[in-house]
């Protein structure tokens, strides 16, 4: 009899744990779905935040002296801004669970002048909030800019907009599979410890057929980004750029959500591009 109460007890605490456990997990489940509406519900904070850097920008990116009213968070970061000039080519990726937005920029002009990736960002910022494939949570999972530079002075610099900025550049010159491997810079195979026939057959494998996008796509993307009669890229001379968005997955495979080839000279909201010393 004392054997058939102890298991009856044991049985009963047992099912008493599980439901405490399926609480416990629910409430969490509870404060997490709280926690993101209402960090999408700042988005007009975040907003802010992201037409404030477009614009004081032309002034952190030359080092200028910023005008009145400059919020404290821009005169914290001027500084580095203006060490974080970037050379080369890059690749903007933006995570958002399981997922990212990826907008990989090819140069086919010549190379990218210092300060493109940081004109591109607000940009960026407006157009993936808008972005049909962007889900509502997307902002909620951003919390800061963060830029890891590629430039001589290896600056680092972080302000509180909400996107996350990679320069891919020395680290994986590859990705996406659409960099022209003749114009890859010799510095940057020796950093890698690649040689070009490596990287080439690198190149190959990670190549995939895109479908080619009507020119009302192209128009919207254009429209979007915020680049019709504007000019945010440059090389010291005409160059041609061809952006690509891509929708990536953890699990391998993308599609790509939109293409835009642009032609324009250089210029970054009146600020000179200039290249590099010895370039």
């Known amino acids: 009899m004392s054997t058939s109460r102890g298991l009856a007890l044991l049985t009963v605490l047992w099912f008493l744990l599980l439901a405490a456990s399926v609480l416990v997990i629910a409430e969490n489940r509870t404060n997490q779905m709280t926690s993101l509406l209402w960090q999408v519900r700042q988005q007009p904070y975040i907003t802010a935040r992201t037409q404030a850097l477009r614009l004081f920008l032309p002034a952190l990116l030359s080092g200028q002296a910023l005008p009145p009213g400059a919020p404290a968070w821009a005169v914290r970061t001027a ?96 990705y996406g599979g659409r960099i022209d491997v003749n114009s890859v810079p010799a510095s940057v195979l020796r950093v890698l410890g690649l040689s070009t026939s490596r990287l080439r057959a690198f190149i190959s494998r990670r190549r995939r057929r895109t479908r080619p996008y009507a020119p009302d796509d192209l128009a919207r993307l254009a429209r979007t980004l915020g680049l019709a009669g504007r000019h945010y890229f440059g090389t010291g001379r005409s160059g041609i750029y061809r952006v690509h968005l891509y929708l990536a997955r953890r699990h391998g495979g993308r599609r790509e959500i939109a293409r835009y080839t642009l032609r324009t000279p250089l210029a970054v909201s009146g600020v000179p591009l200039r290249r590099p010393e010895g370039q």
């Open 79 to 174: 500084p580095r801004f203006a060490r974080a000039g970037v050379w080369g080519r890059g690749v903007v990726a933006v995570p958002f669970s399981h997922r990212s937005i990826v907008v990989h920029i090819q140069d086919t002009g010549g190379l990218l002048a210092p300060g493109w990736q940081p004109a591109l960002l607000p940009l960026l910022a407006d157009a993936l909030a808008r972005h049909p494939e962007s889900p509502p949570a997307l902002l909620a999972q951003l919390q800061s800019l963060y830029l890891d530079s590629d430039s001589r002075a290896g600056a680092r610099l972080t302000a509180p907009v909400a996107w996350r900025f990679a320069d891919l550049t020395t680290r994986h010159p590859v």
